[in-house]
């Protein structure tokens, strides 16, 4: 690897740090690059010509009920047709989070009561949640235009440019339905930073509005009792805090 290469690696391993603070680990020996994402945890091994050519191999993938994910990991980071000489450990951390977070919803869905007599199953009510996403940019006006368009039931707050960040808070199955539906646009660096089970309240009360700095998304969801604890969350969430 050049000088170059060297410096590239360099900066984009520290960029990576400081969005998943304490989440990222390389070993400059064996070239092999750990990230964890709370129980899930996908390991890479980087070619020693990476940047410059050759993508990272997967060596391991693991979803939070540590199930294999690896063989899925791969497909996504082949579907994302990635370029020979450019940074991609970002989009194949997102790409990884997206399988994560997809599993974990289908674990959710799935779950049911049993009634005494065991031959009837009756689904959990529903809960709410929020989810938090980072983008490389939210520039065009029909990708803000489809941000901004959920189920009348999903509350939040979005804010384009670079980077693009959406907040979404609601019914659990028109959240997921409507992130689900944004990741099918295949925007560039779609990452869920945070994802919960909890509902968030918004200074403006219902509907999804469009804000133009991560102030005003913060000043936004101060809502409600625990408007500093949401607040904190998200800065964490965005690496700001």
């Known amino acids: 690897m050049s000088g170059g290469d060297d410096l590239r690696l360099e900066m984009e391993l520290q960029l990576l740090e400081a969005m998943y603070?304490?989440?990222?680990?390389?070993?400059?020996?064996?070239?092999?690059?750990?990230?964890?994402?709370?129980?899930?945890?996908?390991?890479?091994?980087?070619?020693?010509?990476?940047?410059?050519?050759?993508?990272?191999?997967?060596?391991?993938?693991?979803?939070?009920?540590?199930?294999?994910?690896?063989?899925?990991?791969?497909?996504?980071?082949?579907?994302?047709?990635?370029?020979?000489?450019?940074?991609?450990?970002?989009?194949?951390?997102?790409?990884?989070?997206?399988?994560?977070?997809?599993?974990?919803?289908?674990?959710?869905?799935?779950?049911?009561?049993?009634?005494?007599?065991?031959?009837?199953?009756?689904?959990?009510?529903?809960?709410g949640k929020t989810v938090i996403i980072w983008l490389h940019h939210l520039l065009a006006l029909s990708k803000r235009k489809l941000a901004l368009a959920p189920s009348s039931s999903v509350t939040g707050v979005t804010k384009p440019g670079y980077p693009g960040v959406m907040v979404f808070s609601g019914p659990t199955s028109a959240v997921s339905e409507h992130i689900n539906g944004l990741?099918?646009?295949?925007?560039?660096?779609?990452?869920?930073?945070?994802?919960?089970?909890?509902?968030?309240?918004?200074?403006?009360?219902?509907?999804?509005?469009?804000?133009?700095?991560?102030?005003e998304i913060a000043k936004a969801i101060e809502a409600g009792d625990r408007g500093t604890e949401r607040k904190a969350d998200f800065l964490k969430a965005v690496g700001i805090k």
């Open 183 to 215: 990741k099918a646009e295949n925007w560039q660096a779609f990452q869920v930073r945070y994802e919960e089970a909890v509902l968030w309240d918004f200074a403006h009360g219902v509907g999804v509005r469009e804000v133009e700095t991560m102030g």
């Open 21 to 127: 603070p304490d989440q990222t680990q390389f070993d400059a020996r064996s070239r092999d690059f750990k990230f964890s994402d709370g129980a899930a945890v996908l390991q890479l091994r980087l070619p020693d010509t990476y940047p410059e050519s050759d993508l990272p191999s997967v060596l391991s993938a693991t979803d939070l009920s540590k199930n294999d994910t690896r063989d899925r990991v791969q497909a996504e980071i082949e579907s994302l047709h990635l370029a020979e000489g450019e940074e991609a450990l970002d989009a194949i951390i997102a790409g990884f989070q997206s399988i994560v977070a997809a599993t974990n919803n289908t674990s959710n869905s799935q779950a049911v009561i049993d009634t005494p007599g065991g031959t009837n199953q009756t689904p959990m009510p529903e809960s």
